[in-house]
């Protein structure tokens, strides 16, 4: 592995390194769209000179992404969406490798989890590239110099989107966003099958329950819930769809699940899995019927 100047970081252990190429390496044997981008960036260099600020999962397909950004020129520093899904060793492979200020560690408390976020906004960033819009909610707090030198960021979940459509409503957002989103791409494949797998992998790491014989409750039926639904009931459970919307409720239905509202649910489910990007879905009522 090529050494170059290592930059300002926090990750667990340097010497991870050669454990996180190898993984990288396989990641981007599967990703042969991003590859193709990779190329045409390091062929045209559109991102000459652009300094980039990513919240994201810290996977090895993060790590392909990284490398296509600097592929087209850009600086970039990259921090965790997620604690329990970093992977330490890709992070200390993209330190040692490729030169990019890393801050996250897996399990890292909540305080650690914001310093790293204020630790890349220090950078002055003009793109951020979010999953859950914490760089740009906190840029937007901290104001001054790190948010006028926004040029604009992107975000690729509900939760983001509802945070800055709340900015926006109330005109504070103070640069454009790329909704992510709301991409067909987007919705189609990474909510509905991305998800649908990730959400239960999850789910069975954290946990260790067999899925089969178990009645899962998923609520929101939306690309996300459809995805997260066809597997759960592949994988042996029987699932109960929670909608507000009477056509997607319909629509769940006319697929085979049981529909109700999430109180009658909460006295038979077994696992619980919110898809809706909102806060509170599930509250004291619900629990108390477990």
């Known amino acids: 592995m090529a050494r170059i100047s290592i930059p300002p970081h926090e990750v667990a252990d340097l010497a991870l390194a050669p454990e996180g190429e190898a993984r990288i390496a396989w990641a981007a044997d599967q990703m042969p769209v991003l590859r193709q981008i990779r190329e045409r960036f390091a062929a045209q260099r559109p991102l000459e000179g652009v300094r980039i600020a990513a919240c994201l999962h810290v996977t090895a397909e993060t790590a392909n992404l990284i490398r296509a950004l600097l592929a087209g020129g850009a600086s970039a520093a990259l921090c ?140 929101g039926y939306g690309w996300a819930g459809q995805g997260i639904a066809e597997r759960a009931r592949g994988a042996g459970a029987a699932v109960i769809v929670c909608e507000v919307d009477p056509l997607r409720a319909l629509e769940a239905r006319m697929a085979g699940y049981e529909v109700m509202t999430a109180l009658r649910a909460a006295e038979r489910g077994d696992v619980f899995v919110t898809v809706t990007g909102s806060r509170r879905v599930l509250r004291g009522e619900h629990f108390e019927r477990m």
Not at 153 to 163: A, D, I, K, P, S
């Open 80 to 219: 965790s969406a997620n604690p329990l899904s970093t992977r330490d060793d890709v992070a200390a492979a993209l330190v040692l490798a490729d030169g990019v200020e890393v801050r996250a560690l897996h399990g890292e408390d909540l305080d650690t989890y914001a310093g790293h976020v204020r630790s890349l906004l220090q950078g002055a960033p003009q793109v951020t590239i979010d999953d859950g819009a914490d760089l740009l909610v906190t840029a937007h707090g901290a104001g001054g110099d790190v948010l006028d030198g926004l040029i604009g960021g992107t975000e690729e979940t509900t939760t983001g989107l509802v945070r800055l459509r709340r900015l926006e409503d109330q005109g504070e957002l103070a640069c454009p966003v790329l909704a992510v989103n709301e991409a067909r791409t987007e919705r189609t494949l990474n909510d509905r099958h991305g998800t649908g797998q990730s959400a239960l992998d999850g789910i069975l790491r954290a946990s260790n329950v067999l899925l089969a014989g178990t009645t899962l409750v998923v609520i």
